[in-house]
C-alpha cells in the first residue's frame, strides 16, 4: 500500500493544502493521504493562533466526506514541538511494509538539512515535494539516501496567515477555506481581535 502523509499547522486549514493532497494523492497513485496537524513547528514556533482541538476539528470537518482522506492526532497528542522524524517512527511502526510518502512544500527543501534527524527520516519516507507559489524551486538538496519526488500540482496562493488577517478584517473566507471549516470558524469565534 502508498500512503502519504501531510503535515502542517492548518492554521486554518485551506484549499491550497487540500489540492496539495489531492494532487499528489493522484499523481503518485495513493492508496490513503494522512492530514497531520503539527502541536507546533519547530522551524515555525509562533505560527499557531488556534488550538490543537480547533484546528484537528476544523481539519476533520473539511475532509470528513472524503474517503481518501484521513486525519491522525498523533503530533496533537503527542504535544510539543512536533518533529517529522517523530511522527515518520510511529508511521513506519503502524505500516512497516507500505510504502510512505511524506508531503512538503518546495520551500521546505532549502531547510530539509535543518530537519531532526533528516538522515533517518530518508531511510523511513520518501518525500514528495510540491512547489509553492512565491517559492520557485531552486536550491538542491545534498542529503545522501534521501528520495525526492517531484509533484507537478496546481500552484495556489494562500496562506493560512493571510486568512488569518482576512478575518480579524472582516473579510470572507469563502472560495479559500472549505465550508464546514469557516462554519467552525465562526462558531468559534477563532482568530477575531480579542475585545
Known sequence: MKIGFLGGSF????FGHLIAAQDAFEQFRLDRLILVPAAQAPLKP???QSSPEDRFAM???AVEWDQRFEVSDVELRRGGTSYTIDSARYFRKQFPRDELYWIIGGDQLPQLHLWRDVSELGQLVDFIFLERP???IKARVDIPGLRLHRCDGHLLAIS???LR?????NLSLDYFVPHKAIVYIREKHLYRPSQ
Do not use: I, M, Q
Open 11 to 14: 492554521d486554518p486549514v485551506h
Open 160 to 162: 493560512s496567515t493571510e
Open 46 to 48: 509562533n505560527d499557531v
Open 165 to 169: 488577517d482576512r478575518v480579524k478584517r
Open 59 to 61: 481539519l476533520r470537518a
Open 134 to 136: 512565491g517559492f520557485p
